[in-house]
């Protein structure tokens, strides 16, 4: 029963850097243990893998306490640009990829990426604005098939 | 082993529009695909089936940066106000239902409908305070054991 | 097969006390219930076990209309810590632990508490830095290892 984990199906709703790098991570460890690991991105997530956004992920600055920022700076101009360009610094020391590049990395490691159907249409995004490395815009019943036997996992 | 997924247990832990609609959409997807599904309401996320709040689940303009809102125009009065609106209105024109309606309309597909005890008591919420299709305000274990033999996916 | 659930284990990645609370409720339902339950603090979460944070953990007051301010007030000086103290005395009435109290509860009933060494890596975090009930700083596969068998929550 506890043997091993098949295979992970994660879900990426959120459209921030700290929203979307835990996803990505659990895919890349995944994947690094021999593991199935898919990858869909819905809501605000799709931006991880939009041609046009993928590379402007900010860090939520304001509604997140973790950053130890008075409340009312996390919403000064500019300062989630200074604290988004600080993090992304010290993970290019840590050699952490960029989100794009991550994104690349884990497609190549052979993980599976598809789009939700339902946040696609909301937000007018068809398959063209999207990365070559997503494979199909999907609908729910079409995740859990390809879910079943395995963790999901929403983030 | 991965023959298909029986259940979802499906929590819903936030009171933004972002944060309700990914739990209803993915309960409404396992009903269509014959899956038991059962909803569990926690935290900011009984607002969703708070009869004086369901109607007024707002996008949150502020710590979202999937919103590509510069941060301080997002905490400008009546902007939450205005891009819930402008969402509301896509969302009309794709048939995806407003949050009170959709609830209902799960709820008819036979899925269960459960709120958060620790959360109702800390927000001082009784049963009456709840839609009538909410079948009882449960704790933590009996949840564990309504989800026995399926998947639980927080959101 | 949907006998009992035997094992969950729960990851913590929000630093805010609504995105710490549920996973610690959930802990602490799962030991009550007799199951084996594994904590994993990564991300911002990880302040709900440093020794120099863990006391001092607010509310998100932007970013969360789950919480009915309006936007613009819940940035002001001062409202994110009146909210948590509110939140914090109505925990006390209600028997709620404070967030240290708490992990230090669940870790005497035998939870497991571990840190993601991703996540220490990139905020600069040593065993030192984190309290004594955190038995180790873990990869993503010794994750995945350890949650075999079981269900994965992400909070």
Redesign the interface.
């Known amino acids: 029963?506890?043997?091993?984990?098949?295979?992970?199906s994660i879900?990426i709703?959120?459209?921030?850097?700290?929203?979307v790098?835990?996803g990505l991570?659990?895919a890349?460890?995944?994947r690094?243990?021999g593991?199935e690991a898919n990858l869909f991105f819905?809501?605000?997530?799709l931006?991880a893998v939009h041609k046009a956004?993928h590379e402007?992920?900010?860090?939520?600055?304001?509604?997140?306490?973790?950053?130890?920022l008075?409340?009312?700076a996390?919403?000064?101009?500019g300062?989630?640009s200074v604290m988004t360009h600080y993090?992304n610094n010290?993970?290019e020391q840590?050699d952490?990829p960029s989100i794009p590049e991550f994104v690349e990395m884990i497609a190549d490691t052979g993980a599976g990426l598809y789009a939700c159907k339902?946040s696609a249409?909301?937000f007018g995004i068809t398959k063209a604005d999207l990365i070559d490395q997503v494979k199909d815009i999907i609908?729910?019943?079409e995740?859990?098939?390809m879910?079943?036997?395995?963790?999901?996992?929403?983030?």
């Open positions: 029963m506890s043997a091993k984990i098949e295979k992970v879900i709703s959120k459209g921030s850097l700290e929203g790098y835990p991570i659990m890349n460890g995944a690094a243990e593991m819905t809501f605000f997530g931006d956004r402007h992920i900010k860090l939520a600055t304001v509604g997140n306490p973790g950053l130890h008075a409340t009312w996390g919403g000064l101009p300062v989630s993090l010290k993970m840590l952490i339902a249409d909301l609908t729910v019943g995740f859990y098939d879910a079943a036997g395995g963790e999901i996992i929403f983030t």
